[in-house]
């Protein structure tokens, strides 16, 4: 099993430009989640989908940040345009999880894209 | 809302004694809980978690966790740390505002452990 795999593990971009992070999850897992880890504000849910359907967005800090997963293999976090603030470590999980609450499964986080804008 | 607080930013240990990570929670309803560990540079990784059943809950590396209803708390332990146990731990409760197991969690700020020798 490889695990969550996310790419790039690192980006260095200058503000303005737009940034892809991209997560491949563990497959068979339903359910997909974005979090983003700063010094300051800790670990953020950003956003999270079940089904590739995108369930609660309510994380994502401004229009500038989507996030899509047009299959149950692949799923991206776009930001556009980036700007310094958004410098942080970015992380995709995944798991599974049941509608009827019988499976209370823990997240499998990926190694992380750390982001930086200049 | 759920939540969970981490009281304490950073534990120091000598390596041998024992040592306890807090963390206190606030839910409606049961709660379900978790332990995860994060080393330098990587992902979070689970350590234990709490649903149901007996307080005492045993996961990886020799941790253990304490579920207290009547303190609302879940304190991670170990009875003799190591110096490998150095890392960032993250107190996390499972959000079930929403029906359906989407797993949705809600992590505490962190708390930086540092076992020396």
Not at chain 1, 45 to 72: C, H, Q, T, W
């Amino acid at each position: 099993d490889a695990g969550v795999i996310q790419s790039p593990r690192h980006e260095v971009t200058e503000m303005g430009q737009e940034v892809t992070l991209r997560c491949k999850p563990i497959s068979g897992h339903n359910s997909l989640f974005w979090y983003r880890q700063t010094m300051m504000r800790g670990l953020e849910l950003l956003i999270y989908f079940n089904n590739n359907v995108p369930i609660d967005d309510s994380g994502m800090p401004e229009d500038r940040f989507s996030a899509k997963m047009p299959n149950a293999s692949f799923s991206t976090l776009k930001i556009q345009p980036s700007e310094p603030r958004d410098s942080a470590v970015y992380f995709c999980a995944s798991s599974f999880g049941t509608v009827n609450n019988a499976n209370t499964g823990e997240l499998f986080f990926g190694e992380g894209s750390r982001l930086t804008v200049l | 809302a759920q939540s969970v607080a981490q009281p304490e930013d950073q534990v120091k240990v000598a390596e041998g004694n024992p040592l306890t990570v807090k963390c206190t929670y606030s839910v409606s309803g049961n709660p379900y809980l978790f332990w995860y560990v994060q080393y330098p540079n990587r992902g979070l990784q689970f350590l234990l978690k709490y649903i149901t059943g007996d307080n005492l809950v045993k996961g990886s590396y020799g941790f253990e966790a304490e579920f207290n209803k009547s303190q609302t708390s879940f304190h991670l332990k170990k009875p003799s740390a190591l110096v490998s146990d150095s890392a960032l731990y993250f107190c996390a409760v499972r959000d079930i505002g929403i029906s359906g197991g989407y797993n949705k969690l809600i992590f505490g700020a962190g708390t930086r452990l540092a076992v020396h020798p």
